[in-house]
């Protein structure tokens, strides 16, 4: 933990072997991070700078994590072991207990994953199969795949049906409807977009 003022290092809390993918409660009290080295994820309190309770342990690879925005549910991205990456899946957790509430398949080798649309929508990107799956967070269903340029990243309109993937080796970023399916522009971005 850096103080954001002084720059300093404020406190270190172990983990687990890399971490990766930090984020933060909706209320600011608690910071979750995945280690897929492990298959585990983590819970600080940012407050008393230690662990909260017992990791959470996954049979598959944590790639991402996000919050809901509510404070009432995690998302984390697990990477397939089956076969050519066959498996992938969203796993959906309760905040505060931590709990698995339910899988989610998505497509195979899955990179990205973006909340948007008011919340309403979760997307995942499928780096082998080239598609975009459309999560509805209400229902917790697949309510579409969509064929989709993907590379190292993908952002969601906060409140519009809209995904913006980063085709980081072809240096674009692929502007996509998530209800249609069609793509709306493609856009020059620079060398290796990533992450947006």
Avoid at 142 to 166: D, F, N, Q, W
């Amino acid at each position: 933990f850096i103080d954001p003022d002084t720059l300093e290092q404020k406190q270190f809390v172990e983990t687990s072997r890399g971490p990766q993918d930090l984020v933060f409660s909706d209320d600011e009290r608690l910071l979750f991070t995945i280690s897929p080295l492990t298959f585990e994820l983590h819970t600080i309190d940012v407050a008393a700078m230690k662990t909260v309770g017992e990791p959470v342990k996954f049979e598959q690879q944590p790639r991402r994590i996000l919050t809901d925005g509510s404070g009432t549910r995690l998302y984390v991205l697990l990477i397939g072991a089956g076969e050519k990456g066959a498996g992938a899946e969203v796993a959906v957790l309760d905040a505060k207990t931590r709990e698995i509430q339910k899988t989610i398949p998505t497509g195979r080798q899955p990179d990205a994953m973006a909340l948007g649309n008011g919340g309403r929508t979760l997307a995942t990107t499928s780096f082998d199969d080239s598609t975009i799956t459309v999560i509805d967070t209400k229902s917790l269903e697949v309510v579409a795949t969509h064929p989709a340029r993907t590379g190292m990243g993908l952002a969601v309109h906060p409140e519009k049906p809209i995904a913006y993937s980063c085709e980081s080796m072809d240096d674009v970023i692929q502007i996509l409807d998530l209800e249609t399916g069609k793509e709306i522009k493609t856009i020059s971005a620079g060398a290796w977009p990533s992450y947006p």
